[in-house]
Every structure is written in structure tokens, then in C-alpha cells.
């Protein structure tokens, strides 16, 4: 032999020797353990019992609930830093929406928007209610959303605006409007630009105060109405909420959720002809978080109820089973003591932990009584729970190092809500494990000792396995190979597994905010999601619009470009002209008949006066002569209070129209923009939000990513709800990866520090492959896909999908039978496959259609698993003994004594 082979083999029969003495190291464990228990069994069970109390005060008093989404996300991701200071900068923007459909009846949308809305600024958990732009929060807005022509125009009527600011009574308005019309008659020697302005001002007060022929709507922006916040189409009525916010409580929104639907089932029935709905992002997370509590509370339940009700079964005892349970709760109890001090929340993934333990953690006191009923009816107690702890912990131990290290393997991956379901998860499984060695093996104790265990009929020696089944195990290679056709086969049957990225496919069925949401896009894709970016100057808000444009995955783009003209120097000194009027407060009272008949005559020589080729400012003034002598006319009618009435309320209006004018000139673009719409677009620090929407929904993956490349390429730091939940995806999907090659890596690790055989190994991984391929098999023929719920159900499945294949390889070389002849072991692997499949196929009956997914999965992977366990492995063992020349017992139930007195 070499140098280098002989230093290999020497370092092979080291690394042997001390996995050796490993194995001896836990036999004299477990056997101290049994020693202990059974010494004393009551302080063990006290101890136990205080200490779960202890962490169960501990979590109800301190253990918070973080139903934020964005806390699933490592926190040091650029992404969401990103997107936290843009919610420091502009707030929260994620807005609760009713949604009232007009139906093709505006009137009656408006109507019920307004009762609505009176209804809801009532309710104090709600922060703010906005539907609409009001006419002077419009009219504020004027002097900085004119054109340029405009905004001069206004400039040149400005003593007009003074006029109306006065609040001066109709007919001495038409009074002064008439004066600066015959002085434009008088005066020929009055310089152009006062021309200009008195003449614009007279127009403007009499355009004010003059209702307009019946064929007419009344000028703007005399006739500024409600606007308000509508789709694309109009069909869609908004009502923009913000609620108060509990990151505490699993809804956030719970109260403000409960008040909101109250006010619209109690508005509902006096709006018919139209619909009310609501929606929103918020909306639609409390919706699933209420649904998924709701379905997990119901679900362990069940799973609690009909996995005792299993194992009851299944073991024709009722007190073991019942200690189990026991058992199981006071780790459940240590369980929450360990998240709270390690974690501190429970976050919308780790919520599912209990479901795990009740699946999972179970098991290992099944073990432990199918061992102990098998040693305890052959031994007295004092030789048979040494024996019972022996055998079903030593593969209770690589199990639940196995389980619980794929969970903690989440700490690998970039996903912080599976890193946090990761430490919750592992230690629990650590401490059932715990539990299921000391405090079962106590109770046990303490009621065998008393008389209150049933015995246990002795052995019979009669095969556990149908006789069929031995026959097949004979022959492992022709039985492996028709299994292996048969298991290549179906990859040719048709069905595809595919990842479902869609959150709104995974919501319960019917959900209102679902249907609404899926309404609002279908009409207006932008109304819930946009992309964010940010700039410092008006000038560079147009070039993000511009580049925007240019992109097939941008829809609309909003920004206060929208609302306002970019500002200059030269609009600056036009607003301060508007501003200074000059106009005093003196108001005589005129009669208002006296004073339209003055300005009927005045108009009508005003016409006559204007030149040939004029036909702009001839159609403006006939158009107001025109009027103001149909208002004079009904003014000499029996209608004539109605139509004086008429034009008291213009003039009214038009004051409070002008002044808010005059107002708008006066403040900084930020101060004029309407309070609803500035936080959206402009910041306290006097920055820009660009808001991007999609031209397509974002609940796909393709459309999503997409849309977020075109962003970034717009501006590297754009952030926004589609570009954290696209991150998240990814790191989802990274995790899923991640986690599910650590998993067999860990798993392959684990068993072969237990089982120090190569072969033992790779028949238990062979086996736990095929099982998994089964699964996806069955996954693609049934249309089961893989999703955001369900996702790390394959890793789960990895680690658990070993326990049964370690009990079995023990069990094997243990008894060196037959297949066929694996005593208790086949039982409790076919039992704790069963409880597995009944703790998570409970979801089954969840609304949550990602719930149900998961129950499916995990029943489905639990249970062909099981079958690889139970009919491959053994198999597989049988043929690695011809393979190795092992000798293998013809005789069912017998075994060399002396190799069990040292393996058990």
C-alpha cells in the first residue's frame, strides 16, 4: 500500500473509532437517564410542570404579535432600508379603500359617498377620511396650476378677484363691474396695460355674477364642483381612509376594520342602485390574517383531537396516549418561554410552530410507548424502560436532531420570517424531544408503579407484515425494479409541479376584498400599487415622467406635475401682481335690478363699440350681454325672486371662490395643494414622489419583475411596495432552495454519525428520495403546485421524512431479521406518519387556499414517505445484506442475543 492510502485508511479507522465511541458515549446516556427517571420520576414531572407554567406566564406577558409583512424581511436588506426611509419621509401610504360603484349612476355614487364619508369622520380609529377635492381647495390651486397665459390673464383681472374678495353684495359687484366698463367708454386717453386690466376685471366680476343661459354650464372656475377621487373610467368611486394601526394585534387593523364595515352595512341598504365594497392592501392583510387564525386555531384542534384519538386507537390504550399529549403540551409550554426570550414576537410564519410540534413532536412519544409496551411485556418496569428508552431514543435523538437542525438551517438564508419560524421551530422539536424523554418515561413511571398501566399481552412471535409482503421482500431486486419502472413511469403521465407566486390565489375563496381588488384593477390597474422614487427638484420630476413613458410595463405616472406648472421667476412676480388688488371692503347696497339694467345698456354699447376683426373679445362680450339680459328679464317675471336668489348665491360663491384665489397666491406651492393629495406627493423635507403604476397587475411574477427593472433602469433607488414584495419573492424562493439543500446535507450528516455505515445511509437517503419523488408525482397528477404557503414544506418533509428510516435501519440491524419482522417499529412508523398526516392535513379544512396547500402537501409527503419507509427501505437493506454476504435470519423473531444485548 502507499503512503497516501495507508494514511487514508488510518484516518478512516480514526474517524470510525470515534464515531464508535460516540455511539457508546449515548448508550451510557440514555441509560443514566433511565436511571434518573426512575429514581425520581415525581420531581422530574414537578419540575417540568412549574417550569412550562413559568414560560407560558412569561410568553403571555412579554411574547408580542408582529403582523407586519415587512418584519419577514431581514432587516439589513438594502431593499428595505430603502423603502422604511421612503415611509419615514412620506408615511404610511398604504390606504384602507371603500369602493362604491356607480353602476352608471354617478348621482347616486356621490350621494352615498357623501353619507358614507359623514358616517366615518365620526369614528375615532380612523386617522383621516378623504373622497374629494373641495372648490376652494381647487380655486386655492389656480394660481399655481395656470398656464402661463392663463396665470397673466388672472393677473390682469386681479382687481376684479378683489372685487368678488369682498363679499360686497351682487348688485354693488354689477355696479363696479358696469363703472369699469363705461370708463373704458369715458376715458379714451387711459393707458393700454389699465385698459387691459380694468376691462379683464369687469369681465371677470360679470362672467361671475351671471347665471348662464339655459343651453350653457356655467364658466370656470366659477362653477368649480366636488372632485372627487375616481378610476380611470369613473365608474369607481374612492374613499381614501387611513386607519389606526396595531402592529401588536394579528388584524393591525381590527377596530377601524370592524367600525368601517358597520358604517357600510348599515349605508348599504339606503344606496341600492348602487355597490359598496372595500379593499386596499391593509384590507387584504387583516382579511388572511383573520382567516388564517381562524383556520390554524381550528386546525390544531382537530389535529390534537384526532391524532389522540389515532394513537388511542391504534395502541388500544388510552392512558399512554394521554401521557403523550401531556407531554407535548408541557413542551409546547417550554416552546413559547424559548421564543419569547430568544425571538420576542411571533411574526406571520412562526404563528404555524404549534402545528409543527403537534405533527411532528408527538411522534417521539410514540416511539417511546410502542418500545415500552414491547420491553415492559417481556421485562418488569425497572428493565424495560431502560430498555424502552434505549431503542426509541436513539432514533428519537437523530430525528429530532435531524428535523430540528433543517429548521434552524433557515438561519442560513437570507428570509427573516423563516429564520425566525427556523429558531422556534428547531427548539421546539429540541424540547419535545426533551419532554418525551424525561417526561413521559416519568408519568409512565409513576403510573406503572401504581397499577394504573394495562399490561401488555406478551409477544407472540407471529410476523408484524402481512405474509405477502415477506414473500415480496425475498426478492428486493425484482421488487425494486418494478417499483422503479412503475416510479419512472409516471413521469411520463401529463401534469407539471409549478410555483404559484400569486397571493390573491391563495386567499379564501369569496373573500369580498379580493373580489373588489381584482375589480378595481380589471378597471383601473393603478389605484393600489405604484413604484416609488424620489427627487429633490420639479425640473427632474418631468424627467422621470418622461423616461417613464417610454417603458411598456408603466401605465400611468403621477406626480404634483399633475397639479401644478413647474414654477419660475417670472410666475413668482405674476402671483404677487394677483396678490396686491387694491380693492377696499365699502359696499353701498345697490338694487340689484337697477344695477343688471346698467349693465345691460353698458354691454350692449360695449358691442357696438367693438372694431371689425375682433371676434374674440366680440363673442366674449356678447355672450355676457346675452345673459345679463335673459337674468333681466326673468327679473321682470313672476320668477323674478328665484332668479335674484340665483345670483346672490353666485355671487356668494364667486367671493369665496376669489378670495381663495387670492389666498392660493399668496402661499408656497406646498401650502396650496389640497391636504389629501400633498402628503402624497411632496414631503415635510420639501421632496418629490414620483408615482409609478403598473400598465399590467403585479400579482404575476413576469409583469412584476418587469416592472421592477424598468424602475431601477428609471432610477436605481426607486423602492415601493412592488419592489419589496418582488425582493421577498426571490428571497422566498432563495430560502426554498437553500433550506432544502441543507436539509439533505444535514440529514446525510446526521445519520451517518448514528448509523456509522455508509450503505445504512445511502439506502435511508434512497428511500426518503423516492418517497419525495412520489410526492411530486402525485403533486403534478392532482395539480397540486408549490406556492408562497407551502413553500418549505419540502425541507420540513426532508428532515421528518428520515425519522421513520433511522427507526427502521435501527430496528434492522438491531433484530438482524427479516424484513418483514420489524416488531413495534413498523407500527409506530405507520402511526407517527399517521399523526404527522392528520397534524397538518388538518389544514385541509382551512379557507386559506395557501393553508389548504400546505395540509396537502404535508399529508401527502408524510404518507409516501411512510410507504418508502415501510416497503422500500426494507428492501433496499435486505439488498445491501446479499450485497455485503450478511447473513439473514430465515425465522421470524429470532436474533443473535448477544447482538441485542449490545445495540438495545
Known sequence: MSPAGLRHGTQFLIAAKRLGTISRMRIRILNSIAAFVLRAPLATLIVSVVLAIACGIYAATTLQLDSDTDSLIAPDRDYLQSYRRFLDEFGDLEFIYVVVDAAGNPDAAERCVDDIVSELKALPSLLSVHAWVEPVEQARLIAHAASDTELDELAEARDGLGMLATGAPAGDLMLGATDMLRSLRTRPTMPPEEQERVGSSAVLVLD????????????????????????????????????????????????????????????????????????????????????????????????????????????????????????????????????????????????????????????????????????????????????????????NITGSLTSSAVFFSALLTGFGGLRELGIIAGSGLLLCLVSMTFVLPSMIVLLDRRGLIAATPRATGIPTTPPKIAVVHKHPGIFLGVLLVITLSLFMAPGIVRFEYNLLKLQSEGLESVEWEQRVREDSVAETWFGAIITESLDHVGEIVEASSRKSSIGSVRSILDLVEPDTPDRAHTRTLIADTGIDDAQADADLRDALDRAVRELRSMVALIPEGDDRTRSIMSDLLSRAQHAADRLATDDADAAAEEIRQLAQRSSGIARAILDGATMSMPEAVP??????????????????????????????????????????????????????????????????????????????????????????????????????????????????????????????????????????????????????????????????????????????????????????????????????????????????????????????????????
Request: with cysteine.
Open 208 to 395: 361671475a355674477l351671471l347665471p348662464a343661459l339655459p343651453e350653457q354650464q356655467q364658466n370656470q372656475p366659477w362653477d368649480l364642483r366636488r372632485e372627487y377621487f375616481t378610476s380611470e373610467s369613473g365608474e369607481l368611486y374612492f374613499i381614501e381612509i387611513m386607519p389606526q394601526k396595531d402592529y401588536e394585534t394579528l388584524a393591525v387593523i381590527d377596530q377601524p376594520l370592524r367600525d368601517i364595515r358597520s358604517v357600510l352595512a348599515s349605508i348599504g341598504p339606503l344606496h341600492p342602485d348602487v355597490e359598496i365594497g372595500l379593499t386596499g392592501r391593509p384590507v387584504l392583510q387583516a382579511d388572511e390574517m383573520a382567516t388564517t387564525d381562524t383556520d390554524m386555531i381550528r386546525a390544531a384542534s382537530i389535529a390534537l383531537v384526532l391524532c389522540s384519538c389515532v394513537v388511542v386507537l391504534f395502541m388500544r390504550s388510552l392512558v399512554l396516549p394521554l401521557l403523550a399529549i401531556v407531554a407535548l403540551l408541557i413542551a409546547g409550554g417550554w416552546t413559547y418561554g424559548v421564543a419569547t426570550l430568544f425571538v420576542g414576537r411571533l411574526n406571520l410564519l412562526s404563528i404555524v410552530f404549534m402545528l409543527v410540534l403537534v405533527g411532528v413532536g408527538l411522534d417521539y412519544g410514540v416511539h417511546v410507548i410502542s418500545r415500552y409496551r414491547e420491553a415492559r411485556a417481556k421485562h418488569n418496569l425497572e428493565d424495560a424502560l431502560p430498555i424502552a428508552i434505549r431503542t426509541a431514543c436513539r432514533g
Open 675 to 904: 391636504t389629501a393629495i400633498v402628503g402624497k406627493y411632496i414631503s415635510d423635507e420639501g421632496r418629490y414622489l414620483v408615482r409609478i403604476h403598473p400598465q399590467d397587475t403585479l400579482w404575476e411574477l413576469e409583469p412584476l419583475s418587469q416592472f421592477v427593472h424598468d424602475l431601477r433602469e428609471i432610477d436605481h433607488d426607486a423602492t415601493g411596495v412592488p419592489i419589496t414584495h418582488y425582493e421577498s419573492l426571490l428571497e422566498m424562493r432563495r430560502a426554498f432552495i437553500l433550506m432544502t439543500i441543507f436539509a439533505g446535507v444535514i440529514v446525510a450528516a446526521m445519520i451517518l454519525v448514528d448509523f456509522r455505515r455508509i450503505g445504512d445511509v445511502v439506502v435511508c437517503l434512497a428511500a426518503l428520495a423516492i418517497g419525495l419523488v412520489w410526492l411530486l408525482e402525485v403533486m403534478a397528477l392532482s395539480g397540486l403546485g408549490f406556492n408562497l404557503a407551502n413553500f418549505f414544506a419540502v425541507p420540513i418533509l426532508v428532515g421528518l421524512g428520515v425519522d421513520g428510516g433511522v427507526h427502521m435501519v435501527h430496528r434492522w440491524r438491531e433484530t438482524r431479521s427479516t424484513p418483514h419482522n420489524t416488531g413495534a417499529t413498523s407500527r409506530a412508523i405507520a402511526l407517527t406518519a399517521t399523526t404527522t398526516a392528520i397534524g397538518f392535513g388538518s389544514l385541509l379544512t382551512a379557507h386559506h387556499r395557501g393553508l389548504q396547500s400546505l395540509g396537502a402537501l404535508m399529508a401527502i409527503g408524510a404518507l409516501t414517505c411512510m410507504l418508502a419507509t415501510l416497503v422500500i427501505l426494507p428492501a433496499l437493506l435486505a439488498l445491501l445484506d446479499r450485497f455485503q454476504g450478511r447473513k439473514i435470519s430465515e425465522t421470524p423473531g429470532s436474533h443473535p442475543p448477544a447482538r441485542q444485548a449490545t445495540d438495545t
